[in-house]
């Protein structure tokens, strides 16, 4: 790992890793199981030694790419180290680098070369968080919902949580905030239909069914974030009718039913119900090609 990219993990990451010495790469491994491994000292230890971590914060790993890894590990070998910790003397722990595990596996290999730490089990937590939103392809979803189990499991400040990422507070705030969003809207940015940009236009939109309808509309218009953004403000500038009679309270029952009818179908529904129990459904559609997305969702 080189200088430039080890800085970019940030301070946060190198204190709870305690790594204050110098690893030299030329020194010869030490075998784990001679007992001389140290902590900033890169070994070389058995797989069958390892267990993998259970506070890993990603359990999706795709096939095809650790199948190519491991390929590049039988031709190259490992170039960057697992980090694991001691639990005794022929047993260890995988901090991070799960994804190297797996793939040095595949390969083949019966030995790996990793750092040896120290770290009781919050640690392992953090540090196993941290290096899951270090990763350079994490969608900005993904990078959320580790910042909330930081937050949740570790029991950290939103500024607490911007020091061990070296990210300041507004922008942790600004990817919690996205777990606000309908989870239909989650998942467009998850699958990379929608940039965090789109997601954060939208969050301007305080109706949960309006998100969903101008989600959609952004989806199907290709909208770019900044037609994203003058999208919303116009939808804020509409003026407000004066003098219009206030419409009835709608029930918990009738408001869950629309939002899941909004989830389901991915735009704004509108269900209304009178006291005798009639009443429509209103589901507007933005084109025909909507029109037939939604008629496919019915089964029509």
């Not at 204050?20 to 058995?46: M, Q």
């Not at 040896?116 to 993904?142: G, H, P, S, Y």
């Not at 509409?238 to 869950?256: E, G, H, L, T, W």
Request: proline share 5%.
């Amino acid at each position: 790992m080189s200088a430039e990219k080890r800085n970019a993990l940030g301070r946060g990451l190198s204190a709870l890793l305690n790594d204050s010495e110098t690893v030299n790469h030329n020194k010869p491994s030490v075998p784990a199981t001679s007992g001389l491994d140290s902590p900033g000292s890169v070994n070389e230890i058995r797989l069958a030694e390892i267990e993998t971590n259970p506070f890993q914060p990603r359990t999706d790993f795709d096939e095809q790419a650790l199948a190519e890894l491991a390929d590049s590990i039988k031709l190259q070998g490992l170039i960057q180290p697992i980090t694991v910790r001691r639990l005794s003397s022929h047993s260890y722990q995988l901090i991070s680098g799960e994804r190297r595990f797996r793939a040095a596996k595949l390969a083949g290999l019966t030995q790996i070369p990793a750092y040896v730490r120290t770290a009781n089990d919050q640690q392992m937590l953090e540090m196993a968080l941290i290096e899951n939103i270090q990763r350079e392809n994490l969608n900005a979803i993904e990078v959320a919902l580790s910042f909330q189990r930081m937050i949740e499991e570790c029991h950290l400040k939103q500024e607490e949580l911007g020091d061990r990422v070296s990210k300041n507070r507004s922008t942790v705030t600004n990817y919690l905030r996205l777990l606000r969003l309908p989870p239909s809207i989650q998942a467009s940015v998850r699958d990379g239909q929608l940039t965090m940009g789109h997601a954060k236009a939208l969050l301007t939109i305080g109706d949960p069914a309006k998100q969903i309808f101008y989600h959609q509309h952004i989806i199907n218009e290709g909208l770019s974030v900044r037609m994203a953004e003058d999208l919303v403000r116009e939808s804020l500038k509409a003026p407000v009718q004066k003098n219009k009679k206030p419409s009835d309270p709608v029930s918990f029952q009738v408001q869950k039913i629309q939002d899941d009818l909004a989830s389901k179908f991915s735009t704004r529904v509108k269900l209304k119900v009178n006291s005798q129990g009639k009443g429509s459904i209103e589901i507007p559609f933005l084109s025909q090609d909507d029109l037939g997305r939604i008629l496919e969702i019915m089964d029509w």
